[in-house]
């Protein structure tokens, strides 16, 4: 149940996520990622293309009703909407971020699903600090559309950050899949 004001007790303060209305363009998320080791700075969520958005998460950060849809891949923190009554789709996924690639038909039906959503409005995909779960999603949705993986790639690192896919069991896979896979 989605409710426009949420509270939490945190460090024992009350705590009214409605007003953590953080800078969707200009705040970011820093540190090194597990796999690779690569240190990152990018911002919460990054528009790729059209109505496909990429990022991490900060947990009861308002979205400000910027998305029809969210797919999250990181259960352990969410976003607050914003504007729940404009939120079409949410679906939340638990995906490691490991050197094993998740389960293939998983990775396929979430991408298929990025997909649909897109088509019907703004579509965030996010885990935690946007790098590697959500890139390998949202990489296979533009595979899937017909992009190239290689050029999927360099999308992302270009409008996310060069450390996206810092994950190189996810670029693996996802490098040998033909252009246009689909399963």
Known sequence: ILHALCW????????????LLADLDTHHIEGIAREGRTPFSVPLISHVKDNLWQGGC???????????HIISLY??????????????????V?????????????????AKWVNICKQHGPTLVHCQAGLNRSALVTTLSLVL???APTE???L???YRSPAVLCN????????ALPQGSSK
């Open 8 to 19: 939490q007790r945190l460090n024992n303060f009350m705590v009214d996520f409605e007003q």
């Open 152 to 154: 999927a790639i360099a």
């Open 58 to 68: 900060v947990g009861g950060v308002s979205l400000q009703g910027r998305f029809r």
């Open 145 to 147: 559309d017909g992009m």
């Open 156 to 158: 992302l690192r270009a």
């Open 75 to 92: 259960p352990w923190e969410r976003y607050n909407p914003g504007g729940a009554e404009l939120l079409d789709s949410f679906v939340e």
């Open 168 to 175: 190189k069991a996810f670029e693996k896979w996802l490098l």
């Open 94 to 110: 638990v995906l490691y971020d490991g050197p094993q690639v998740p389960d293939e038909n998983q990775l396929y039906s979430l």
